[in-house]
């Protein structure tokens, strides 16, 4: 069975970081992100790798707008039914919206949060729409398999995430029995 992980959070919470925490740990776990579906499928398109596409971004740009906008008109959840298709097991890093998050859930993936303080998130970049429905849709959303914290620094996170690792270890654990 496949095995997803899809990571939510906001501007700055460390979620890209967590991914890469957890790719260490979880070496047949691809990262890929919902916008990197569409890249995916353009390269296929057009005979060009994902490499290629994410070096010359600015050339692909309307495309890529444009394809996406393409299957989001044949169905809402397009790129995320391709992202589902995906051979390797998963980890998606940049859930915004429950509809987002239902999808995956309906998949049995592994639901996690990572909550940093609004102090915390600015020192580590520009926080811009922090009303944005992509950056305060989750905020109420109880539903989550682990929430990690990441207020401090790359060390005490790395050592958090020890339980973490746990935790995703005996929720797909389950699934073998």
């Known amino acids: 069975m496949k095995k997803i992980i899809v990571i939510s ?3 700055y919470s460390g979620k890209d970081t967590v991914a890469k925490i957890l790719l260490d740990k979880f070496k047949n776990f691809k990262r890929i992100g919902i916008g990197d579906a569409i890249k995916y499928e353009y390269g296929a398109q057009k005979n060009l790798t994902f490499e290629e596409i ?3 971004k600015h050339l692909y740009r309307s495309d890529l707008i444009a394809l996406g ?3 989001r008109t044949k169905d ?7 992202l589902l298709e995906m051979e390797s097991d998963i980890i998606v890093p940049d859930i915004r919206v429950e509809h987002e998050l239902e999808v995956f859930k309906k998949q049995n993936a592994f ?3 990572v909550e940093a303080s609004y102090e915390a998130r600015s020192k580590r970049g520009n926080i811009t729409n922090a009303n944005d429905i992509t ?5 109420n959303y ?12 790359y060390e005490t996170l790395l050592k958090s995430s020890e339980s973490l690792i746990k935790c995703i270890e005996k929720f797909y654990a ?4």
Do not use: H, M, T
Not at 142 to 153: A, P, T
Not at 174 to 177: L, P, R
């Open 9 to 11: 959070g906001k501007q």
């Open 54 to 56: 994410e070096k010359n």
């Open 69 to 71: 906008n393409e299957g």
């Open 76 to 82: 809402p959840d397009f790129w995320l039914y391709k």
């Open 111 to 113: 639901l996690l949060r």
């Open 135 to 139: 950056e305060v849709a989750l905020d």
């Open 142 to 153: 109880d539903g989550w398999d682990y929430v990690i914290e990441n207020n401090s620094d």
């Open 174 to 177: 389950q699934d073998q029995v």
